[in-house]
């Protein structure tokens, strides 16, 4: 059994107030908090509600801090069966 989470990630790391003043993430907020605060490495990360205008730099960002996390940029539509 694989273990997963759903995290959104709203807006490109150069947006950090704006994300943290509206309670969203960036890719380096989301990837630090998981570094800080989960003790484990067998989880499927899933990523969604990506702001369409930042989709580009949001994907290389979650590229760049993404480490050793197994991740899925989630596409509009798609259906996860957990």
């Not at 694989?2 to 947006?15: H, Y």
């Not at 509206?22 to 969604?48: G, M, Q, V």
Request: charged residues 35%; negative net charge; glycine residues 2%.
């Amino acid at each position: 059994t694989i273990t997963s989470a759903v995290f959104e990630c709203s807006f490109p790391s150069n947006m950090e107030k704006l994300a943290f003043d509206s309670k969203h993430l960036t890719p380096k907020l989301l990837f630090e908090a998981l570094d800080k605060d989960l003790k484990r490495d067998d989880i499927k990360l899933y990523i969604n509600h990506i702001k369409p205008l930042y989709i580009e730099t949001i994907r290389s960002e979650i590229e760049q801090y993404k480490g050793e996390w197994n991740v899925e940029i989630l596409k509009d539509g798609r259906k996860i069966h957990f």
